[in-house]
């Protein structure tokens, strides 16, 4: 009967809306919960920052990096640490791409004395030294007639170890001085952060700046002025930036694993030509970070005599990342101190 009819889709209904009423509820509850579990365990936030557990891409063997299409790059190791060691790729100009063919690995160090200036890359979170945007970048910088050596920090790829940012830094000052031991004197060697690796590279300048043996130049492409801002301004912070105790909950999280990357106090420390790259509609490190950077740093480092020199052995690299990145990005913002 109709009665009947109406009673079961009345039935129905109830059924379904109690059904999103517990749904709703469970979600209430994760949401609830998830600051106070990252609360008690604040060593999720350091694995939210360095996402070292995420290899993209998947299933690729990093001491093959012929298999990502380098087919002039030496992958070999090395042990900032004693029974510590971590992977390292070097690629050399793609000039020297026939000369490298079954060569070893005495072969591609000699090659560090060639005229050839040097790239030391430093990575972002997530995935490894074989990342596809990454090798992409390989590519180009080697086309233009550079060493691009990359690594991955402990804890990374199949590099051995946990990761924190005071090992990331001392992994790449070892293979910063491990490189200039075996470079000519006379030539350029450039550190370049990408991302994460933006916070590695200003620490890592800001130690050699302090020292007095500071690089020839730093690039940082996609910057950011410190982790708290970067992680209140990420877009998973999304959902939980306007919580009541944000910063208590998450940003205080993340300094309890001495997690700072305070790029923008290290810039007033760097006595070496900086330039900043970054993307106006970048969706992760947002535009602004990078600009605050710019004006952290511009009152000292303009005062540095030597950006000229490194303008003038640098002009292929940024016509062909204009070029390069253009085609993927909107708008991109050049910035020498």
Avoid at 247 to 266: G, R
Avoid at 289 to 299: I, R, Y
Avoid at 324 to 337: E, G, I, R, V, Y
């Amino acid at each position: 009967s109709v009665k009947t009819a109406k009673i079961a889709a009345l039935t129905v209904m109830l059924g379904v809306m109690g059904r999103m009423k517990r749904i709703m509820m469970v979600l209430l509850l994760v949401y609830i919960s998830i600051p106070f579990i990252i609360k008690l365990f604040p060593s999720i936030q350091a694995k939210l920052v360095f996402l070292n557990f995420v290899r993209r891409p998947y299933f690729i063997d990093l001491k093959r990096p012929l298999d990502q299409g380098l087919n002039h790059t030496h992958n070999f190791y090395m042990e900032p640490v004693m029974g510590q060691k971590i992977g390292v790729w070097h690629t050399v100009p793609a000039h020297m791409w026939r000369d490298s063919q079954g060569k070893d690995g005495d072969w591609f160090k000699s090659m560090f004395s060639s005229t050839h200036p040097v790239i030391l890359y430093l990575h972002g979170n997530s995935g490894t030294r074989g990342g596809d945007h990454r090798v992409q970048l390989y590519k180009v910088l080697s086309s233009l007639g550079y060493h691009v050596v990359a690594f991955d920090y402990r804890g990374w790829g199949d590099s051995d170890g946990y990761p924190s940012e005071g090992a990331m830094t001392d992994d790449a000052l070892f293979i910063y001085d491990w490189l200039k031991q075996q470079m000519g004197k006379s030539l350029p060697l450039y550190i370049w952060g990408h991302s994460l690796g933006t916070g590695v590279g200003t620490n890592l300048v800001k130690r050699l700046c302090d020292r007095g043996s500071p690089p020839d130049a730093l690039v940082l492409e996609s910057p950011f002025t410190n982790i708290r801002e970067e992680a209140k301004s990420h877009p998973f912070s999304m959902v939980y930036r306007f919580l009541p105790g944000f910063d208590w909950f998450f940003l205080d999280s993340i300094s309890a694993n001495n997690i700072c990357f305070t790029s923008d106090e290290n810039v007033n420390h760097i006595s070496c030509p900086v330039l900043i790259l970054h993307a106006e509609d970048d969706p992760v490190v947002p535009f602004h970070l990078g600009k605050k950077v710019q004006v952290f740093g511009v009152e000292y480092v303009k005062t540095c005599q030597s950006v000229l020199n490194v303008i003038s052995q640098l002009p292929p690299l940024f016509v062909c990342w204009e070029t390069w990145t253009m085609s993927q990005l909107k708008h991109l913002w050049f910035a020498w101190f």
